[in-house]
C-alpha cells in the first residue's frame, strides 16, 4: 500500500535550535521526495524537494536528509526561528504511467518558541 | 506570478444545498486535484483529473463529484452538503512533464449548517 507515515504530529522547539520532522515510506518506486510548508489560513506551499540518487539536500536553513535503504526521509531546520512556525508535511510520488500523484503524509505542526 | 486561484476564501451553506468550488490554474498544467484538510487527518484526496473531460475517484470520493470541461477549471460540486463536509478544501495543480510537485490554492474554508 502506498503510505507515508510522518512523525511527530506536533513538535515545539526554542528559538535557535534544530526542529526535525521524520517521513518513512513503503513503496520502493517513489522517486520524488517533497516537503511542504503551511501557514495558518493558506495552501501548502512547496519547500524543498529531493530525488533518491542524493542523500542529502540543502537550502539554506532547511535540509533534507534522504535514506534509500531505510525508506526514510527527513527535514531538519536549522537555527529555527518564530516565522518557522507552521505545517510540514511530506510526500511522495513515483514516475511513469502518466501519474504524478502525490502521497502525503499526515502533517507536523511545528511551533518555535523565542 | 504563476497560481491556483480557488473562487472563495469562506463559503457558509446550508444542509442539502448543492454547493460549487471553483479552481482555476494559469500554468498549464495537465493535472488537477481536490483535497480536503481535516485536523489530525492530513490531507485526503477527493478526486483528480489529468486531463480534460477527465476524472477520477481519490481515497474519498463519497458525496462529491467533479467537472474539467477546460483545462485550466476544475471544479468541486457537493451535490447534497451536510455537516460532516464542513471543512478546508485545497484545489492543486501540477505538470505531467516531470515530477515537480503540486501548487496549492489558498483553499476554501466551507462550514455547512
Not at chain 2, 81 to 96: D, I, V
Amino acid at each position: 500500500q502506498q503510505q507515508v507515515k510522518q512523525s511527530p504530529q506536533s513538535l515545539i522547539v526554542q528559538k535557535g535550535g534544530i526542529s526535525i520532522i521524520n517521513c518513512a515510506y513503503e513503496n520502493t518506486a517513489f522517486d520524488y521526495f517533497p516537503w511542504y510548508q503551511q501557514f495558518p489560513g493558506k495552501g501548502p506551499a512547496l519547500l524543498i524537494a529531493i530525488r533518491p540518487d542524493v542523500s542529502e539536500k540543502k537550502e539554506g536553513r532547511f535540509t533534507i536528509s534522504f535514506n534509500k535503504s531505510a525508506k526514510q526521509f527527513s527535514l531538519h531546520i536549522m537555527d529555527s526561528q518564530p516565522g518557522d512556525s507552521a505545517t510540514y508535511f511530506c510526500a511522495a510520488s513515483m514516475s511513469g504511467a502518466g501519474s504524478y500523484q502525490l502521497t502525503f503524509g499526515k502533517g507536523t505542526k511545528l511551533s518555535v518558541i523565542p | 506570478d504563476v497560481k491556483v486561484t480557488q473562487s472563495s476564501r469562506y463559503l457558509v451553506k446550508r444542509t442539502g444545498e448543492k454547493v460549487f468550488l471553483e479552481c482555476v490554474q494559469d500554468m498549464d498544467h495537465e493535472n488537477m486535484f481536490w483535497y480536503r484538510q481535516d485536523p489530525g487527518l492530513g490531507l485526503r484526496l477527493i478526486y483528480f483529473s489529468y486531463d480534460v473531460k477527465m476524472k477520477e475517484k481519490g481515497d474519498i470520493p463519497e458525496g462529491y463529484s467533479v467537472s474539467r470541461e477546460k483545462k485550466e477549471r476544475f471544479s468541486l460540486i457537493l451535490e447534497s452538503a451536510s455537516t460532516n463536509q464542513t471543512s478546508m478544501y485545497l484545489c492543486a495543480s501540477s505538470s505531467s512533464g516531470t515530477s515537480s510537485g503540486y501548487t496549492f490554492g489558498s483553499g476554501t474554508r466551507l462550514t455547512v449548517v
